[in-house]
């Protein structure tokens, strides 16, 4: 994929000029040969075939896409049900600008905002023109950086070029990952790169991280590189983990999916559909968490009895385990390959 610099004018100006390109499908390969020209912001959807038919079992009305990146499973989801609309949510700029090019195809189908998922629920009470009344009957949640996030150099993501060290998703918003490092001390560094991703190395790492306070990649690499043994360096995941963790801090993902999952499920209508791709190990088991201590509702009578406390489950859990990637989408999709969807169904009430 080829690099392109982050947008300097609003979203409006920039998707505006992009809609006089498109006249065609949104999946004809003439339109996303243009789009691949016109915004270079090219992202494969993950599981969208679980995706689809998940969605395939609610009913007509708005399904809140809180991660559109691109656009890539919203644009699927309109395709497939005439009855659904979509009101997506990024607080990426450049993915909202590929998406709105990508949807502008489905009119007045699509609302786009700005903003983060763990504000769904004021996102909600500010869409309702758009909403129109209609019963909210899924939302979809896909973690983690997309492929332009990662793939476009400047954005700090990936210790595979150097670059400033960024790393916000929002780049107009809150410190960057340099600026963190810059005043973190080494003992809360241990914890948060412990708690995100590493584990053996975290304290080395962090010692070393706070005497050197990268401010590019290129810099945290080797930093992490000096800070571990040789056999570890080889492996190569070192550099990864620590790469994550703190991208996890940077946009507060934690607080972020916490926040999320409890508001996905507040505005969603009964016999409506969450739907979560999670992308490490410790997202996954706080959406299973998550969704198995709402679906049990507090109740702690012993299972094989019937419940005498009165406490109810607000969900039903689509299925025990995550569902995952075939082998022949991690084939075509390297990024599908640590993917991990989990779903609860709202219970009627
Ligand atoms: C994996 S991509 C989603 C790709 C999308 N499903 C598609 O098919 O194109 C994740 C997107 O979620 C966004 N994102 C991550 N955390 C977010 C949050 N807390 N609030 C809003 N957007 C978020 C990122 O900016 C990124 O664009």
């Known amino acids: 994929m080829t690099m392109r610099s982050l947008p300097t004018k609003t979203d409006e100006e920039n998707s505006s000029a992009l809609f006089s390109a498109f006249s065609v499908s949104p999946h004809s390969p003439e339109l996303v040969g243009r789009l691949q020209m016109a915004t270079d912001y090219v992202h494969t959807p993950v599981l969208l075939e679980q995706v689809l038919a998940l969605f395939s079992r609610v009913r007509d009305g708005v399904v809140i896409d809180a991660t559109l990146g691109g656009g890539g499973h919203a644009s699927a989801l309109l395709a497939e049900r005439d009855g659904i609309r979509i009101l997506g949510i990024d607080r990426d700029p450049a993915a909202r600008i590929a998406a709105t090019a990508l949807l502008s195809a489905f009119g007045d189908r699509v609302h786009i905002v700005a903003g983060t998922f763990g504000e769904l629920e004021s996102v909600t009470a500010n869409s309702q023109t758009f909403i129109d009344g209609a019963p909210i009957v899924g939302v979809l949640m896909d973690l983690g950086v997309s492929s332009p996030q990662l793939d476009v150099a400047e954005r700090g993501f990936s210790f595979r070029t150097d670059a400033p060290l960024d790393m916000r998703m929002d780049p107009t918003s809150g410190p960057t990952a340099a600026e963190v490092l810059a005043t973190i001390d080494a003992h809360e560094l241990t914890r948060l790169l412990h708690r995100h991703g590493e584990g053996r190395f975290a304290g080395a790492i962090a010692r070393r991280l706070v005497t050197v306070r990268p401010t590019t990649t290129g810099e945290l690499v080797a930093a992490v590189s000096d800070a571990v043994p040789a056999p570890a360096r080889r492996r190569g995941n070192v550099a990864t983990r620590v790469f994550q963790a703190l991208r996890v801090v940077v946009n507060d993902e934690e607080n972020q999916l916490d926040l999320g999952l409890r ?68 084939a075509e999709n390297p990024r599908a390959r640590s993917a991990r969807l989990r779903a609860a169904f709202k219970v009627a009430s």
């Open 263 to 330: 508001a996905a499920l507040a505005v969603t209508a009964p016999e409506g559909v969450v739907t979560v791709i999670s992308y490490h190990s410790g997202e996954d088991r706080a959406v299973k968490v998550f969704f198995n201590d709402t679906a049990w509702g507090g109740c702690t009578c012993p299972r094989e009895v019937d419940c005498t406390c009165g406490r109810r489950g607000h969900i039903r859990v689509y299925k025990p385990g995550a569902v995952l990637a075939t082998a022949s989408e991690v």
